[in-house]
């Protein structure tokens, strides 16, 4: 610790919430939101980014490894997870710039030890670095599924570029707990802001001060043999370095990536935005023709060179991409020209095409109920908001970069850093008895698959409690069914599973599976008659 604050100062604590250092402050407001400054070189920003944020990166390490473990129960396939971790990474190094690496040094010097079994701290702080592309290099876990739109001209009510994103990357409830609004002044490239989370050194939302904006949406991905450039490094390289959707795209074609990624890149200079679409081995740049002035994007490609390509194809069949990417084209055709308000309320619409109930938590909404943040950016006035918890629920906090930057200058942290007159209020649903039910459901969710997983007995009394919760929700009745049928109980079983099927179920794959339980069941049924007779 000396060694640290020798070189970047020591962290002064002015509140719980509140504490300050030479080159940063890190500040919790009002709606629970840190907001994290830092300045200078890349050594002296990730010091001081570490120091300030210690408690905060000790709590999401715990939260990644403990859902990682979550995922790779087995004691004996932790090992094997942590012996794939190091030889997929074992290139990693030679594909990040040295500047975020050195970031990355610093952030990691304050990291605890308690995870050396996975990797010494700063190996460990770059492998986390490819998180988002982790959910593609083991076999596309539901780590990823995002949902945006940019607006401009006869969409917009001002005709001005209007974006909006969810950010659907779930890696449990306490990952998501403390969201990070980082502004960052660094000694090379343009001043920039990113919803992150503490130890994040890439970017997966964020605007800089030239109105140049970038969200990510994951595509479909073969099995990488190793890393390579991390899409949040890139598109934090992106998002420091360009001031236009040209200069973007120079950046990202210099980039080698391990995994397919979407990139929407919204552009104050050039007033429009475009998707560059990266995979290993393919390069695309969509852009909306005939002065279309609306782009949508959720976890497909849509440029020429992944028209035939058959991860898309496959991704555009069988997933709930493009059942979103149609929802929110028909509530923007529906609703009048859009506002920061009216892009709320899409970013938290939780109903299916034509508006049929989903139920809760279902992956074919725009609205999961599982986002980590989602954001709004009106880049021509350099203005962006972003979600409080509970996911999108909570208010819009407002940010005027120009006003944060010129605050942070004068170091006057006494001035709220947000623009409170122009926050968006919390969804009321989030204070609804049905809202509150829905969180017990998700806990009783976990408790039920481990019960199946483990072969612990449930009462017939929570198993009904357990659907009438989320009676719309097919997963509700697939998983009793998973249950029954773990018990021997056939033809119980085969009656949840027929109901999950008349849901709006969400994948190809989901629907597969549930056709084949109701097949086994209907031969194990018949078979069980036979003995018992």
Request: aromatic share 10%; charged share 25%.
């Amino acid at each position: 610790m000396a060694e640290r604050t020798s070189f970047v100062g020591k962290r002064t604590r002015i509140s719980a919430e509140f504490y300050m250092m030479p080159h940063g402050k890190l500040h919790q407001n009002d709606q629970g939101l840190w907001e994290l400054y830092v300045s200078g070189n890349p050594l002296t920003r990730g010091l001081t980014n570490g120091i300030l944020t210690q408690e905060l990166l000790f709590q999401q390490e715990a939260a990644f490894v403990d859902k990682l473990h979550e995922l790779v129960p087995s004691p004996f396939r932790q090992r094997i997870l942590r012996g794939f971790l190091r030889f997929f990474n074992r290139r990693l190094i030679d594909y990040v710039p040295d500047e975020y690496k050195t970031e990355i040094f610093g952030i990691s010097q304050s990291a605890s030890n308690t995870y050396n079994y996975i990797a010494p701290p700063y190996q460990r702080l770059l492998y986390f670095h490819g998180a988002h592309d982790l959910g593609h290099a083991l076999r596309d876990l539901a780590l990823v599924g995002c949902s945006s739109f940019a607006a401009w001209g006869r969409h917009t009510a001002d005709g001005r570029l209007l974006i909006g994103r969810n950010f659907d990357f779930y890696v449990g409830d306490a990952f998501s707990s403390e969201k990070v609004v980082a502004f960052i002044r660094p000694d090379q490239g343009y001043k920039h802001a990113m919803v992150t989370w503490a130890g994040m050194v890439g970017a997966v939302s964020g605007m800089n001060e030239k109105g140049l904006t970038v969200t990510i949406n994951a595509g479909k991905s073969d099995l990488p043999y190793k890393a390579k450039t991390p899409i949040s490094l890139l598109t934090r390289e992106i998002l420091q370095y360009a001031a236009t959707i040209d200069e973007a795209i120079q950046i990202a074609r210099q980039r080698e990536v391990f995994v397919s990624e979407a990139i929407m890149v919204g552009s104050a200079a050039d007033r429009k935005a475009v998707v560059i679409e990266v995979s290993p081995k393919k390069f695309g740049v969509y852009e909306v023709e005939n002065n279309g002035e609306l782009l949508i994007c959720t976890n497909h490609f849509q440029s020429e060179p992944y028209v035939t390509d058959k991860n898309n194809v496959r991704q555009m069949e069988e997933s709930h991409s493009r059942y979103r990417f149609e929802r929110m084209n028909e509530l923007i055709a529906a609703a009048p020209p859009l506002t920061p308000e009216a892009a709320a309320s899409l970013l938290r619409n939780r109903e299916g095409v034509n508006g049929i109930p989903l139920g809760y938590g279902n992956e074919k909404a725009i609205n999961q109920l599982l986002a980590h943040h989602a954001v709004i950016f009106q880049p021509e006035d350099r203005l962006l908001w972003v979600s409080a918890n509970p996911y999108q629920l909570g208010a819009f906090v407002a940010y005027d970069l120009k006003t944060v930057f010129s605050r942070m200058d004068t170091m006057s942290m006494s001035l709220p850093l947000d623009e409170a007159g122009l926050r968006i209020l919390e969804d009321p649903f989030m204070h609804t008895d049905t809202f509150a039910s829905y969180e017990i459901f998700r806990q009783q969710t976990r408790t039920l698959e481990a019960a199946i997983a483990d072969g612990v007995q449930i009462d017939d009394t929570v198993l009904a409690d357990f659907v009438a919760r989320n009676p719309e929700f097919w997963k509700a009745h697939f998983l009793v069914g998973e249950y029954l049928k773990k018990c021997g109980r056939y033809h119980e079983a085969l009656r949840y599973f027929r109901a999950a099927i008349h849901k709006e179920v969400t994948t190809v794959p989901d629907r597969r599976l549930i056709e084949k339980r109701i097949k086994q069941c209907e031969r194990w049924s018949k078979v069980k008659e036979e003995v018992e007779k």
